[in-house]
């Protein structure tokens, strides 16, 4: 009953855009930080951004810094991220995660989502 479910991605164009969902149900988003973490084939996941549950901790990583933003939504329970100006090396499965603290660390995240495809390519 407890679960994320990400949704958004997809095959597009260097420097091109996506928009990724994070839907909760089962407990609410508004009471935990909720990271986006990514794993490319052969590549270990890397946390990759995290927003608290005030919206007054927001942290990414360099290589998407500028061209990620997350944002959330309480009243439909779900958390975004919007990806603009895509390079191929963003190409990777990304996935939500749910967890108590502010941390880029994927050990303190308790729930997570099943992931999404992007894939940034010509």
């Known amino acids: 009953q407890v679960q994320l479910v990400e949704s958004g991605g997809g095959l597009v164009q260097p420097g091109g855009s996506l928009r990724l969902s994070c839907a909760a149900s089962?407990?609410?988003?508004?009471?935990?930080?909720i990271g986006w973490f990514r794993q490319a084939p052969g590549q270990e996941r890397e946390g990759i951004n995290f927003?608290?549950?005030?919206?007054?901790?927001?942290y990414y990583i360099d290589s998407v810094k500028g061209r990620f933003t997350v944002s959330r939504d309480n009243a439909e329970n779900t958390v975004y991220l919007q990806m603009n100006s895509l390079k191929p090396e963003d190409t990777a499965v990304y996935y939500c995660?749910?967890?108590?603290?502010?941390?880029?660390?994927?050990?303190?995240?308790?729930?997570w989502g099943q992931g999404t495809q992007v894939t940034v390519s010509s």
């Open positions: 995660a749910a967890g108590p603290v502010a941390t880029i660390l994927s050990d303190y995240y308790a729930v």
């Open positions: 089962g407990f609410s988003l508004a009471n935990y930080v």
């Open positions: 927003i608290n549950n005030r919206d007054n901790d927001i």
